[in-house]
């Protein structure tokens, strides 16, 4: 049965890094507009307006999370996963990474890891990436990770992970989100086994920037979708089902045969999740929104919310769009590319309300 305590308000944002929002990629907004300084603030006033207990935000170049957001937003405490400078990173700067901000008055935090993918395998992806490939030499690269933090919910005692990360960003390499989406489930799975007490399982919430469509209906220069079908990531299927078949157009085997040089040393590697098949909050009628992103020369679904088991969600944040279940991104072309004057980053902010998780898990 539900707890009487106030919903839990939790949301994700990717806001932007400055290093990106200045390197040109967004030209079709004013200079003026791009600047951290017309940026930051519009981003404290909409993070305010969320009144969120959790805030979990990527691209946050370390600097600005200790200078600029955590003393305009009081009251929050920030834990920080920064992504080292990788020899694929598109643009010099200063460490992003991903930031979980966690409201005092409402959770006490009890433990947090931080983890950075590459470094945290499973034995047979760590076996197989030993063999020099294209693949492998991509996910040893990158330094994507994740933060984790365990908390107790101040009005009912009770206590549950949450997790904040973001994905490799390039299209390219869906094979290397994929194993980088297996590792965060095995990472998250093994910091709340560390902590589990008596109550049972904890329940878990992860959230992020993916870079990872729920679907994909239309061929492009890295997937040829059959006519009437429907490609839904590797990253996505994985979350959402809980395991990615070696059929599967992500897996790395079939992956690496798409790009004409098969890999033999990815075709018996499992890619199951560690932790039970998630929910996103935003998965209504069948359907995810059209888009969480728009760009001049991007627009798709690639930001979620996930759910473990144990909650129960009473709303979500309205997207500043109308859209109907089942319409797609190129569907949305009185969205705006972003950011622009009214919005601070190309990334929406999603959002949802959540009832604590039910009495069995109380302490």
Not at 30 to 50: D, T
Not at 247 to 271: A, C, F, I, M, N
Request: proline share 7%; with cysteine; net charge negative.
């Amino acid at each position: 049965h539900p707890s009487t305590a106030a919903p839990l308000t939790v949301v994700s944002y990717n806001i932007l890094a400055n290093k990106y929002a200045v390197s040109g990629w967004h030209s079709y907004c004013l200079l003026e507009h791009l600047q951290w300084s017309s940026r930051l603030p519009r981003l404290l006033n909409e993070l305010k307006s969320y009144n969120a207990d959790v805030i979990c935000l990527q691209e946050v170049e370390e600097p600005a999370l200790y200078n600029d957001l955590l003393p305009g937003l009081p009251g929050y405490t920030a834990q920080y996963y920064g992504r080292a400078s990788s020899p694929t990173d598109p643009v010099p700067g200063p460490v992003e990474g991903a930031a979980l901000l966690t409201r005092d008055s409402r959770l006490n935090i009890l433990s947090h890891r931080t983890y950075r993918f590459s470094e945290h395998l499973d034995p047979a992806v760590a076996a197989a990436a030993a063999e020099r490939s294209k693949c492998s030499e991509v996910l040893l690269s990158r330094t994507d990770g994740a933060v984790s933090v365990l908390v107790q919910d101040l009005s009912t005692g009770r206590r549950f992970g949450i997790t904040c990360t973001h994905l490799h960003w390039d299209p390219s390499w869906p094979d290397v989100k994929l194993l980088q989406a297996l590792t965060l489930t095995q990472q998250v799975q093994r910091f709340l086994n560390d902590h589990q007490q008596t109550e049972g399982p904890l329940p878990s919430i992860v959230a992020g920037d993916f870079n990872s469509l729920w679907h994909k209906c239309h061929s492009d220069a890295f997937d040829e979708v059959p006519e009437e079908a429907v490609l839904t990531s590797g990253v996505y299927s994985l979350l959402s089902t809980g395991a990615v078949e070696r059929g599967h157009q992500d897996h790395p085997y079939t992956r690496s045969k798409l790009r004409g040089t098969p890999e033999r040393q990815w075709r018996e590697v499992k890619v199951e999740s560690a932790l039970a098949p998630m929910r996103s909050v935003y998965y209504q009628n069948n359907a995810e929104p059209p888009l969480t992103t728009k760009t001049a020369s991007f627009a798709g679904c690639i930001d979620y919310i996930w759910l473990g088991w144990g909650w129960a969600q009473t709303a979500t944040l309205a997207l500043p769009y109308a859209h109907t279940p089942g319409e797609d991104a190129c569907d949305m072309a009185g969205v705006r590319p972003m950011p622009n004057e009214e919005a601070p980053s190309d990334h929406l902010a999603l959002g949802c309300q959540l009832m604590a998780p039910c009495d069995l898990f109380a302490l």
